[in-house]
């Protein structure tokens, strides 16, 4: 099981990052949240779960232990893949999924695309007790980079696109989002906020 990877940073994307170890390039898939943490650090340390499957073998990167600790949580429950556990960090911060377990907001939950109903009921209960009152995360507000519009624009489709959602309707929510806010949002805002677009 590799635990953390502390190498050099050569490619970060809003959906993974290439880190160089020892001259071994390891890419590794990451939430908008990590992204978000990252910022411009040439050396980069992310911790690490590794999902094995009979096709591939994928890495999954967090900047925090807490982000790290709910993926572990929310991949243990019946339904919710890796990738699943991804969107839900990438749609809502760690507080956010954690206040909507413990105030039992099955809305919020199910407001992230590819999540139903049962499995946010099912989130919620299984994950309360263990959640419990035990969440001492700070809350730090969203670090946007400020692009042009365009660099923005095509940066949150490509990462749209690579969380599996379909082109048209990725284009049609950016545009709709970047109409209301006069282009004036960060890129990790603007897909969350394209997430949550119906």
Known sequence: MIAYLSGRLVFKDPTYVIIDVGGVGYQVKISLQTYSKIKDEEQLKLLTFLHIKEDAHTLYGFKEETEKTLFLLLISINGVGPNTGLMIL?????????????????????????????????????????????????????????????????????????????????????????????????????????????
């Open 90 to 198: 990438s749609s809502l911060s760690t507080e956010e999924i954690e206040h909507a377990i413990l105030s039992n907001d099955v809305a919020t939950i199910q407001a992230v695309k590819g999540i139903g109903t049962k499995t946010a009921q099912r989130i919620i209960l299984e994950l309360k007790d263990k959640i419990g009152k035990s969440s001492g995360t700070e809350t730090s507000a969203p670090l946007g980079f400020l692009h042009s519009n365009n660099k923005i624009r095509e940066e949150a489709l490509q990462a749209l696109l690579t969380l599996g959602f379909p082109k048209a309707a990725a284009e049609k929510n950016i545009a709709q989002i970047l109409k209301k806010t006069n282009g004036e949002i960060s890129l990790e805002d603007l897909i969350k906020a394209s997430l949550k677009t119906p």
